[in-house]
């Protein structure tokens, strides 16, 4: 063997040696060098500091408290990833509100039904005569039919958005109500605006008839006139309607300010404002839909010839008689008879056939 080659072959067992070693340390480190955390657990245990998973302590817990982090998003709590309160909303809201609110639906239809049977419908003591007065304009009547049809629709979405999945899952399968309730939430969110806004209109067209006065106590105190025979006296608004109506501006407001809140994140509300109007928003506008079912049975079923004031604009003088006879004694003086005004449907133009002159013959 040359010189050259004897320092080539030294050169191999050299370079093979080191590529031995390398191997031997990475492999050594790779095994070892993960034990440090233990080491450092140890010193840090040592020194009396917290035994706590430092990755966790930095990024996980953080976000997990709904501390706040750095973004470049601009707006009220961008910086906060996870906020908890969602987690307890989410409990309030599928549990006591979701299985305690539908027995107030069912309570208020039960109350009805037993009103029907117990106290049996007002019907009117004398026969129209086809004599009418005027009770509601025709901007107060499309008011409330448009406020009305919007209600409806609001508490139709609204149910469904609430119970739907205990409800309508099982029976549209999760696609189904996943494409339905995307068209419902629509629906909800839009109208909500407008309906607050015909409520407003409602509250300030008609709080001058709802003004408390003596005669809705002694109203209140003769059962409404829900014991036969007895007609306690009322002006243009009875001590229910009057309820009603208050009802509707206190509750129906809290709903629609609710609404009002979640529909329009743009005054700074936080998540859990938004957590919270929710919660509000349900329970109220549940005890709103029970309300609506006595209203709604009152002003058909329940009382014969009230639905006409609100179809045509007047009502029978008999039924304003008998319903509100301080509101009759102001307005008897614009007694008309139905066929004059081209009235040809509901109670108050079924006129009582004069009576036929006696025979002379
Ligand atoms: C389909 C459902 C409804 C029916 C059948 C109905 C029926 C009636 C009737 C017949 C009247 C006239 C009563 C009278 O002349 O003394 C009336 C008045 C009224 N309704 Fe309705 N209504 C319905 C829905 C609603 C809704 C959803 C609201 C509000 C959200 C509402 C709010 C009112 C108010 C505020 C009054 C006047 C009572 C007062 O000023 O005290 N109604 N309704």
């Known amino acids: 063997m040359t010189k050259r080659e004897q320092a080539t072959a030294k050169g191999r067992r050299v370079h093979r040696r080191i590529m031995l070693w390398s191997m031997l340390v990475i492999a050594l480190g ?42 470049t998003v601009l707006g009220d709590e961008t910086g906060v ?32 039904v037993l ?28 008011l409330h039919w448009t406020t009305a049809t919007l209600f409806i629709l609001l508490a139709i979405t609204g149910l469904s958005l609430l119970f739907g999945r205990a409800v309508m899952i099982p029976v549209m399968g999760p696609e189904g109500f996943a494409a339905y309730a995307g068209g419902a939430m629509n629906v909800h969110n839009y109208v909500g605006p407008v309906f607050t806004l015909c409520v407003a209109a409602m509250a300030l067209a008609w709080v001058w008839h709802n003004i408390p006065t003596r005669a809705d106590l002694e109203w209140f105190k003769a059962g409404g006139g829900f014991l036969k025979g007895r007609h306690p006296s009322a002006g243009r608004m009875n001590g229910g309607e009057k309820v009603w109506f208050w009802f509707i501006v206190l509750v129906g407001g809290v709903v629609c300010a609710t609404g009002v809140v979640m529909d329009f994140p743009i005054w700074g509300q936080t998540r859990e404002t938004m957590q919270q109007a929710n919660l509000v928003h349900a329970v109220a506008s549940i005890l709103w839909i029970g309300l609506f079912f006595g209203h709604a049975y009152i002003g058909t079923l329940g ?10 604009g007047y009502v029978s003088v008999e039924w304003a008689k008998q319903h509100h006879d301080l509101w009759y004694e102001e307005v008897k003086d614009q007694e008309v008879d139905a066929s004059e005004i081209g009235l040809t449907s509901g109670v108050a133009t079924t006129r009582t056939p004069p009576e036929k002159p006696a025979s002379t013959g």
């Open 81 to 112: 990833l996870i906020q908890n309160g969602g987690e307890n909303w989410r409990q309030l809201r599928n549990g006591i509100v979701a299985n305690v609110m539908p027995w107030v639906l069912l309570a208020a239809l039960v109350a009805i």
């Open 30 to 71: 790779a095994m070892i060098a993960p034990l440090g955390g233990y080491l450092f657990v140890e010193i840090a245990g040592a020194q009396g500091f917290e035994e706590v998973n430092p990755r966790s302590e930095t990024t996980w817990r953080d976000v997990r408290e709904g501390n706040t982090g750095v973004t």
């Open 115 to 142: 009103v029907y049977f117990i106290g049996g419908r007002h019907r009117l003591d004398e026969k129209p005569s086809g004599a009418v007065v005027p009770r509601w304009k025709l901007w107060e009547r499309v």
């Open 303 to 312: 009382t014969e010839g009230a639905i006409d004031g609100m179809k045509t």
